[in-house]
């Protein structure tokens, strides 16, 4: 079954769920989605009585908005249980905690935040909300001194954010703090099958621009990206799989990579891939297989044939978040047109309401290998050359 939630539902979703008559869960908040087309809708009750009747069915959402009804109608299942577990970062912290002891962590509340002895935490520490999403409020500390700042910029942040989200997705009272993990940075969408073996039907590199980037911006596959970190991402969940017992659960997990040394998970987010349907639709851009089918399907991908004609490329998926500096209200428009003038092959663009969220657009692209300079640039890029200011509005230098 699929529970279909705000902020986002793509094209490639609905014709998913139109094409594969994927039981759809009918809820008041579908009204505002524009579900056109043949979908096969349960209605409330008549998804609760199939769960009794069929513990081991799947579930997949497009959105962690879904958790909610999920803690409130399926108390029954293990299914609130699993989420939580990886939903909240200090339990998930605490889930793995014997097989990286060298990695830090502390849960500390919003008010907790005055009176911390910033002196006797171990220092680069990285600190973000215990339940949180999109990289909101995730900040680096590297000093003693850097710590007022730090704290201010989460205060105005959660204030700019406090309506976005329910609860259950973004909770601003509860923070984590951690080590900071280093090495290179993959998402990966994956799901436990019936036997609780992982299945991985995406990996993608995250891109940053600098050491003190925490933005979503830039994720890229490729042919060589799948090879060579496919096996060790397998061993990797499946260590997780024997700590959770998990089984016919899908998930979307960050890891940090540093070679010759195992994979340190960063967070594990429950029953999605890719928020606001990204790395989902992404590799049918890229290898035109649908991963939403695969999960609730029971299928794998053979590699070998996917990749088999992707060599010379490169697939992006970028975040076109507004790190102008400027806020929503001061902006008059965005050039769509000049940004996709950027782009060798563009495969979509996807507009977005930056006034009600955070976030211009979203962007897929391929780029051939020798070509990978265009995504340098919208990685460094604030996007101010895209943007143009209201009347009276004032041009910074930030």
Same mark, same amino acid.
């Given at each position: 079954?699929? +529970?279909?939630?705000?902020?986002?539902? %793509?094209?490639?979703?609905?014709?998913?769920?139109?094409?594969?008559?994927?039981?759809?869960?009918?809820?008041?908040?579908?009204?505002?989605?524009?579900?056109?087309?043949?979908?096969?809708?349960?209605s409330? $009750?008549q998804?609760?009585?199939h769960?009794?009747?069929?513990?081991?069915?799947?579930?997949? @959402?497009?959105?962690?908005?879904?958790?909610k009804?999920?803690?409130?109608?399926?108390?029954?299942?293990d *299914?609130?249980?699993?989420?939580?577990? &990886?939903?909240?970062?200090?339990? &998930?912290?605490? $889930?793995? =905690?014997? *097989?990286?002891?060298?990695?830090?962590?502390?849960?500390?509340?919003?008010?907790?935040?005055?009176?911390?002895?910033?002196?006797? +935490?171990?220092?680069?520490?990285?600190?973000?909300?215990?339940?949180?999403?999109?990289? /909101?409020?995730?900040?680096?500390?590297?000093?003693?001194?850097?710590?007022?700042?730090?704290?201010?910029k989460?205060?105005?942040?959660?204030?700019?954010?406090?309506?976005?989200?329910?609860?259950?997705?973004?909770?601003?009272?509860?923070? +984590?703090?951690?080590?900071?993990?280093?090495?290179?940075?993959?998402?990966?969408?994956?799901? &436990?099958?019936?036997?609780?073996?992982?299945?991985?039907?995406?990996? /993608?590199?995250?891109?940053?621009?600098?050491?003190?980037?925490?933005?979503?911006?830039?994720? +890229?596959?490729?042919? =060589?990206?799948?090879?060579?970190?496919?096996?060790?991402?397998?061993?990797?969940?499946?260590?997780?799989?024997?700590?959770?017992?998990?089984?016919?659960?899908?998930?979307?997990?960050?890891?940090? =990579?540093?070679?010759?040394?195992?994979?340190?998970?960063?967070?594990?987010?429950?029953?999605?891939f890719?928020?606001?349907?990204?790395?989902?639709d992404?590799?049918?851009?890229?290898?035109?297989?649908?991963?939403?089918?695969?999960? $609730? @399907?029971?299928?794998?991908?053979?590699?070998?044939?996917?990749?088999?004609?992707?060599?010379?490329?490169?697939?992006?998926?970028?975040?076109?978040?507004?790190? @102008?500096?400027?806020?929503?209200?001061?902006?008059?428009?965005f050039?769509?047109?000049?940004?996709?003038?950027?782009? @060798?092959?563009?495969?979509?663009?996807?507009?977005?309401?930056?006034?009600?969220?955070?976030?211009?657009?979203? *962007?897929?692209a391929?780029? =051939?290998?020798?070509?990978? %300079?265009?995504l340098?640039?919208?990685?460094?890029?604030? *996007?101010?050359?895209?943007?143009?200011?209201?009347?009276?509005?004032?041009?910074?230098?930030?």
């Amino acid at each position: 079954m699929i +529970i279909i939630d705000k902020p986002y539902v %793509s094209e490639f979703l609905k014709q998913t769920l139109i094409k594969y008559q994927f039981p759809v869960l009918n809820t008041p908040q579908l009204k505002d989605l524009n579900l056109d087309g043949d979908i096969n809708y349960w209605s409330e $009750l008549q998804a609760i009585e199939h769960f009794k009747n069929n513990p081991e069915t799947r579930l997949y @959402t497009n959105s962690e908005n879904a958790i909610k009804w999920i803690s409130e109608n399926l108390t029954f299942t293990d *299914l609130p249980k699993n989420i939580n577990l &990886f939903k909240d970062k200090f339990l &998930f912290r605490d $889930l793995v =905690k014997n *097989l990286y002891p060298d990695v830090y962590f502390k849960s500390l509340s919003v008010n907790d935040f005055e009176n911390l002895d910033i002196q006797n +935490i171990p220092k680069p520490f990285i600190i973000k909300p215990a339940v949180g999403f999109f990289s /909101m409020a995730v900040y680096r500390v590297n000093s003693d001194t850097e710590w007022p700042l730090v704290k201010t910029k989460i205060h105005k942040e959660l204030d700019s954010v406090k309506n976005i989200y329910p609860k259950e997705v973004m909770d601003t009272s509860r923070f +984590i703090i951690e080590s900071i993990i280093e090495g290179d940075e993959y998402a990966i969408d994956a799901y &436990f099958n019936s036997q609780g073996e992982p299945v991985i039907l995406n990996i /993608m590199k995250h891109v940053f621009a600098s050491g003190n980037d925490f933005s979503d911006r830039l994720y +890229i596959t490729s042919y =060589k990206i799948i090879t060579e970190n496919l096996m060790e991402m397998e061993n990797f969940l499946g260590q997780i799989g024997k700590l959770s017992g998990l089984k016919n659960f899908p998930l979307h997990v960050e890891v940090r =990579k540093i070679k010759g040394k195992k994979s340190v998970p960063i967070e594990v987010n429950p029953l999605r891939f890719g928020a606001w349907c990204t790395t989902a639709d992404a590799t049918w851009m890229a290898y035109n297989y649908n991963s939403i089918e695969y999960f $609730l @399907t029971d299928k794998k991908p053979d590699w070998d044939k996917l990749l088999n004609k992707k060599k010379g490329s490169t697939f992006a998926m970028m975040v076109l978040e507004n790190s @102008t500096g400027y806020e929503a209200r001061q902006i008059k428009s965005f050039d769509y047109e000049k940004l996709l003038t950027n782009f @060798t092959k563009p495969l979509e663009l996807r507009k977005i309401n930056y006034h009600e969220y955070p976030v211009f657009g979203f *962007l897929f692209a391929e780029s =051939k290998n020798q070509h990978l %300079s265009e995504l340098k640039r919208i990685l460094k890029s604030n *996007l101010r050359e895209y943007v143009e200011l209201k009347k009276g509005e004032k041009v910074t230098n930030k």
